[in-house]
C-alpha cells in the first residue's frame, strides 16, 4: 500500500469521511510548532494531515523517548501523545515533559477503556485537555487551536509581566539615580545657602563697623554684644532662626547712630545734656527706618526699634513693659549695657566685668527683665571652653580653603573679615593687595 493510501485509510478508520470533507480551512495561525507522539504510523500521518491546512510546523516521533529527542532539539509549543505506547505510556511522557518543558501545552489522546490512566496522566502530566478516540477532526483542530492561543496568552502574559519588571526596574534606577541628584543639587543649595548665608553675615558686621571706624572706643562693640547676646539667646533656648536674628540685630542695634556727631557718638550717656538726650533717644527709631526696607529683616528691625526699651515702661522709643517688649530686644538691652559700663558709653566710669553685672543686678526687674540677667550671668561666669585648634600665618602662608578662627581686623578694629570665613583664591589675594596698600606684614589666626 502506497504513503497515500495508508494516510487515507487511517483517515477513514479514525473519523469518519463525510467529516473529513465537510471541514473547511480554519486561517491560519501564526507559525506554531505541534509534536505528536504515537506508535502507530498511521495515527501520526492523520495528524500531519489533519494539521496541514492551519499552518502549523508538525514534528511526529514514534515513542516517548524520539519526542523527548526532539523537545530537546526544537522548539515545541504543543504535544499531543497517545497514551498507550510501549515502553514509556502517555502519562510517563507527559509528565516529562512537565518537568522539563513546563511552558509546553499537553493534550493527552486516549481511549475509553484507559480511564484510570487518564486520570494518572491528568496528575502526573498537568495536561491541557484529553481526546477521546475516534477523535472528530473539528473538535480536534479546535482543541489545538483554542490551546495554542491560550500559549500565546500565556507567553504574551509573560513577557509583559517581564516587561513590567523590566520597567520597574528600570524606573527603581531611575528614582534611585533622581534621588541622587535631587540629594546632591540639596546638597549644592545647602552650601550655596551656607556661603550666602556667611557673606550675608560678614556683610552685616562690616556693615556695623562702619560707625565704629569714627572712634576706637567703639570698636568692636556691636560684635561684642551680638556675640554676647547670641549665647544669651542660645542659653535660653531660642530657636536657630531667632538666635540669628538676635545676633544680627547686636550688629545693627546701634546704626541710627550714624548721624550722630562725633562728640555725641562717644559721650557717655549718663553725662548727656537734655538735648543731647532727645537726640540720642531718636537713634533706635532711625536704625529701625534705615532697615524698613529689608523685608527679610523685619524681626530684626522689631528687635533694633526696642533694644532701649525698659521692663518697667520707663524706656524709649514706644515705653513698652515687661513681656510686650520682644525677648530679644530684652536680651540686647542687658547685652549692650554690659559692654557700655566696660568701654565708658553708659557712664564716664569703666567697669571691670564682676562690676557692671552688679550694676545691671541693681535694676532687676525695674530696667531689665530678671530672665535676661539669669542669662547674663550664666554665659558670662561659665567656665570657658576649650579654645579652638588654630594657627597664626603670615598673608603669603594662606592656602585656598583655610577658615578664618578669629576677626581679620583693620588697625583701631574695624572688621574687614568674619571667623569662619572660608578664603578663596581672590579673597586671599585681596587680604594681600591690603596688606602691600597698608605698607604693614599681616598676619591672621586659621582654624587647624
Known sequence: MSDTEDIAGVTSAVAPAD?????SPLPPQPQCTVLCVDDEPNILASLRRLFR???????????GAQGLELLRSEPVDLVISDMRMPHMDGAQFLKAVREGWPE????????????SS????????????????????EDMVLTVRQALETRALQREKDRLEALTREQNEALRQLNESLEAKVQERTADLQRAHEKLKQSFITAVKIFSTLMEMRHPVLAGHSRRVAALARSMAIHIGMNDLNVQNVFIAGMLHDIGKIGFPDGLLTRA???????DLVTYRKHPIDGATALMALDELASVTKLVRHHHE????????????????????????????????????????????????Q???????????????????????????????????????????????????????????GVDQVLSEKLIERMQAYESSEGLELSVYVKD
Open 104 to 115: 509546553v501545552v499537553r493534550i493527552l489522546l486516549t481511549g475509553y477503556a484507559d480511564i
Open 310 to 357: 525698659r521692663f518697667d515702661g520707663q524706656g524709649f522709643p514706644d515705653g513698652l513693659q515687661g513681656y510686650d517688649i520682644p525677648l530679644g530686644a530684652r536680651l540686647l538691652a542687658v547685652a549692650n549695657d554690659y559692654d557700655s559700663l566696660q568701654i565708658g558709653t553708659f557712664s564716664a566710669l569703666h567697669f571691670k566685668p564682676e562690676e557692671a553685672r
Open 359 to 417: 550694676t545691671l543686678e541693681k535694676d532687676r526687674g525695674k530696667r531689665y527683665d530678671p530672665q535676661a540677667l539669669d542669662a547674663l550671668m550664666a554665659v558670662t561666669t561659665a567656665p570657658p571652653k576649650p579654645p579652638t585648634r588654630e594657627r597664626r600665618l603670615k598673608l603669603s602662608e594662606l592656602q585656598p580653603g583655610m577658615v578664618l578662627s578669629r576677626e581679620f581686623t583693620r588697625t583701631g578694629g574695624a572688621l574687614l573679615l
Open 53 to 63: 491546512p492551519c499552518g502549523y510546523r508538525v514534528l511526529v516521533a514514534d515513542g
Open 118 to 137: 487518564t486520570i494518572e496522566a491528568v496528575n502526573q502530566g498537568q495536561i491541557y485537555r484529553y481526546v477521546s478516540k475516534p477523535w472528530t477532526d
Open 269 to 275: 550717656v549718663r553725662t548727656m545734656s537734655s538735648e
Open 19 to 23: 467529516h473529513a470533507q465537510a471541514i
